[in-house]
């Protein structure tokens, strides 16, 4: 399964974006979803989850600030974010949750800074 991640770009401290995953054919039926990232040096990191049935959860670090959410219809998950910080800049991507191999994609690169 291929996943096109799009949406990031430079933008400024306190500013928004919102990124899209299109999924190359349904799987938001079976799998719960997450958006990673992985910043320059760092480990990469699940900051968004959203289950099967809807349910959503994040990391520390975003919680307030991120809403993950999806269009089934689409085939397509969200990340919003909002307030954004210095602190987020990294590559984000999305894949299952458990991390599945067999889903690829390019990620989109989040870059936060004046």
């Known amino acids: 399964v291929q996943l096109q991640a799009s949406g990031g770009g430079l933008v400024q401290p306190g500013g928004s974006l919102t990124l899209s995953c299109a999924a190359s054919?349904?799987?938001?039926?079976?799998?719960?979803m997450g958006w990673y990232r992985q910043a320059p040096g760092k480990q990469r990191e699940l900051v968004a989850r959203?289950?099967?049935?809807?349910?959503?959860n994040y990391v520390d670090s975003v919680k307030g600030r991120f809403t993950i959410f999806r269009d089934s219809a689409k085939r397509t998950v969200y990340l919003r974010m909002n307030s954004l910080k210095p602190e987020d800049t990294a590559v984000y991507y999305c894949?299952?949750?458990?991390?599945?191999?067999?889903?690829w994609g390019q990620g989109t690169p989040v870059t936060v800074s004046s």
């Open positions: 054919r349904s799987i938001f039926s079976i799998n719960d």
């Open positions: 959203i289950s099967r049935g809807a349910i959503t």
């Open positions: 894949n299952a949750w458990p991390l599945r191999s067999d889903y």
